[in-house]
């Protein structure tokens, strides 16, 4: 690496003597050599790849005096690594010097006061990320929005296996919060097929059903909501419909677009 460039970025780190941050633009293979050895933090390269190349980089690494090395954005970096020896194009974000090819933006600035402060901030800073979790009605709007424009949808991360978790989490809560027996009962006035809809929108087999429609035979007994000539004798003589209909509906199902976020 060219030693006067080096220079020009020791001068611009000293230009200031507080703990404020800057942003420098280092060539990519120098960030390459400042990665934290160490680092407990695994990454999914494919996926922060797909990210740069979608919508840019966005996100600067954040380098540590203390520790050496960069304490946050390792995998973005390594990212980058893997795109620029691939001959990938540059990403919007970064800079091209004429001798040193690609730059990437950095942080500098408010190091840790120990080297186990650092490491500390290294595990705080992805951890509280995770920690936050999502909010699975919120992002299945979001990607039902984004379901016509694929490359938009896969850079978010979330995948086909994650989008069916979300939607059965997302219409169990629905259930839960608005009283799981009131909810099948009007299901059941609906009639059969409106029935099926919920029971699929749940998740539900026919098995996770027949003790709710038990406890309403129960309580139809009692006169505490109106009899329907037996819920669950009427759901027995049905079943093989049920079974057929519930499968047919799975498959129409099968997609975004065709399933109910909100489980109604």
């Known amino acids: 690496m060219d030693g006067n460039y080096l220079l020009e970025l020791q001068d611009e780190l000293q230009r200031w003597d507080d703990d404020s941050l800057q ?28 990210s740069i190349k979608t919508h840019g980089f966005r996100d600067p690494p954040e380098y540590d005096a203390t520790l050496g090395a960069f ?19 540059m ?11 690609w730059c990437v933006p950095c942080i500098f600035g408010n190091d840790a006061k120990t080297v186990a402060a650092a ?39 979330f995948d086909a296996d994650d989008i069916a978790r979300m939607l059965i989490d997302n ?9 799981a027996l009131a909810w099948i009962y009007h299901a059941t006035r609906g009639g059969i097929r409106a029935l099926l809809h919920t029971m699929v929108a749940l998740q539900w087999s ?7 429609l038990e406890k309403m035979d129960e309580l139809a007994d009692q006169d505490q ?17 049920v079974r057929e209909e519930a499968e047919r509906l799975n498959k129409l199902w ?5 399933m109910t976020i909100d489980g109604k």
Do not use: C
Not at 91 to 101: A, D, V
Not at 120 to 142: P, Q, S
Not at 254 to 258: I, K, L, P, R
């Open 71 to 89: 304490v946050a954005g390792n995998g973005r970096i390594e990212a980058l690594v893997t795109m620029y020896r691939t001959g990938e194009r």
């Open 225 to 241: 909501i109106p009899a329907m000539g037996g819920f669950s004798g009427q759901m027995s003589i049905f079943q093989n419909h």
């Open 171 to 179: 219409s169990r809560q629905e259930m839960q919060e608005n009283n």
């Open 23 to 50: 942003l420098l633009y280092v060539p990519v293979m120098m960030v390459a050599e400042m990665l934290w050895e160490g680092n407990p933090k695994d990454h999914d390269l494919g996926q922060i790849i797909t």
């Open 254 to 258: 099968s997609t975004v677009d065709g």
């Open 119 to 157: 490491k500390a901030y290294g595990i705080a800073n992805n951890r509280a990320t995770e920690r936050g979790g999502w909010n699975d009605h919120a992002v299945l709007t979001i990607l039902k929005d984004l379901h016509a424009q694929p490359a938009l949808s896969e850079s978010t991360g």
């Open 206 to 212: 026919i098995d996770d059903l027949m003790p709710t």
């Open 91 to 101: 990403p919007l974000g970064l800079r091209k010097h004429p001798q040193h090819g």
